[in-house]
């Protein structure tokens, strides 16, 4: 059944970027203390747990550890995520260098994340061409693929295709030695970039293989353990966490700049997806996206009085969902394939599941929890 508009579309005349800009000013400052703090936080936790996967002789514990272990390296990647920004501690030669460290445990290439994170998807969120996360087919698009790539694609719209899309879509062709097809550029920095994230993981595999020689276990079961789990477990999280991000029945999506509007599309294109205390902070508030999207300056640990500030000054035009299972179920099942001059989505059989948008001339309609 459609999605039904909650309230009328209107004006899109109260969000004001430069106001609100000027309103998060305040957050915008860094504290290299706090960053120190928090980077070796989980540098220490991603060693405590890759010394449990080594040790321990218990599969389950084994397996446990792996699991939490790919929470860590998302947390650690959203530590470099805030460097590759600039916005984690105030130097910018730091800010590099730990980004890379940072990122290193994901095998997130620095330079790559940079050209196709920051300009990229922040310069056109969910303009299509440039804005390359999660960007839906139409339905022309769709039924022009061959069968196999068809049944790719239902995987990856559907409740188990999070961490198979982030893995083959973004990290592999785009974020690890990719060709100038994919990212439409070929500099030395990616290529190097590329090979110091290759050179990290072929020696923690050969640091896990003469482990397991010394402790008697299967070197197999160790890397499984200690790289491959972790990885895909990094792989799901990070898919999950940023189709959230972006989809949505209300949210648009743009074939060309005539009707796409960049101030509007940080605002009206980017949901708050709300959870649990615990779950935002695990994730070092990553969800409060909104804030992140208007002033791209503000470190991990200020979104949320900045998110708290944006809502408070434009309650009408900030997107604030409450996550539940109905929540997400909605989302997987309506958000398959888009219409880009209908601005509506549907299912992979072109039947639509959400009303018209009407993004491009009046502003998207808000649904509040």
């Known amino acids: 059944?459609?999605?039904?508009?909650?309230?009328?579309?209107?004006?899109?005349?109260?969000?004001?970027?430069?106001?609100?800009?000027?309103?998060?000013?305040?957050?915008?400052?860094?504290?290299?203390?706090?960053?120190?703090?928090?980077?070796?936080?989980?540098?220490?936790?991603?060693?405590?747990?890759?010394?449990?996967?080594?040790?321990?002789?218990?599969?389950?514990?084994?397996?446990?550890?792996?699991?939490?272990?790919?929470?860590?390296?998302?947390?650690?990647?959203?530590?470099?995520?805030?460097?590759?920004?600039?916005?984690?501690?105030?130097?910018?030669?730091?800010?590099?260098?730990?980004?890379?460290?940072?990122?290193?445990?994901?095998?997130?290439?620095?330079?790559?994340?940079?050209?196709?994170?920051?300009?990229?998807?922040?310069?056109?969120?969910?303009?299509?061409?440039?804005?390359?996360v999660w960007t839906p087919l139409s339905k022309e698009e769709y039924d022009a693929l061959p069968k196999w790539r068809q049944a790719v694609e239902r995987i990856y719209r559907g409740f188990a295709g999070f961490g198979l899309y982030y893995l083959v879509e973004l990290w592999w062709n785009k974020l690890i030695f990719p060709s100038s097809n994919h990212i439409g550029v070929d500099k030395r920095s990616h290529f190097w970039d590329s090979v110091l994230v290759t050179a990290y993981a072929a020696l923690q595999a050969l640091f896990l293989v003469g482990m397991a020689m010394v402790t008697g276990q299967s070197p197999w079961l160790l890397i499984a353990a200690g790289l491959v789990i972790p990885f895909l477990i990094w792989n799901i999280t990070m898919g999950f966490v940023i189709y959230s991000h972006h989809t949505h029945p209300d949210v648009a999506w743009f074939e060309g700049r005539q009707n796409w509007n960049g101030a509007r599309a940080q605002v009206e294109n980017t949901i708050h997806v709300t959870f649990p205390l615990p779950f935002s902070a695990l994730l070092h508030n990553i969800m409060e996206h909104t804030a992140h999207h208007v002033e791209i300056g503000i470190p991990l640990y200020e979104l949320i009085g900045a998110q708290d500030q944006l809502e408070e000054s434009f309650p009408a035009d900030i997107r604030v969902h409450n996550w539940s299972w109905a929540y997400f179920r909605n989302c997987v099942k309506c958000c398959k394939l888009y219409d880009y001059q209908q601005h509506r989505w549907m299912d992979f059989d072109g039947r639509y599941t959400s009303e018209n948008i009407l993004y491009a001339t009046v502003g998207a309609p808000v649904r509040r929890p």
Not at 68 to 78: K, N, Y
């Open 1 to 132: 059944m459609p999605t039904q508009v909650m309230e009328a579309a209107k004006p899109a005349a109260s969000f004001n970027r430069l106001q609100a800009k000027s309103l998060l000013g305040r957050f915008r400052s860094k504290q290299n203390t706090r960053a120190a703090f928090i980077l070796t936080l989980d540098i220490a936790l991603y060693l405590i747990f890759f010394a449990v996967i080594v040790v321990s002789h218990s599969l389950f514990v084994k397996f446990a550890a792996s699991v939490v272990q790919g929470i860590v390296i998302a947390r650690l990647f959203i530590i470099g995520h805030d460097a590759c920004h600039g916005s984690f501690t105030t130097s910018k030669y730091w800010n590099k260098m730990l980004g890379r460290i940072s990122f290193a445990p994901s095998l997130t290439t620095f330079s790559l994340w940079d050209l196709g994170h920051n300009f990229s998807h922040h310069g056109f969120t969910n303009l299509k061409g440039h804005d390359y």
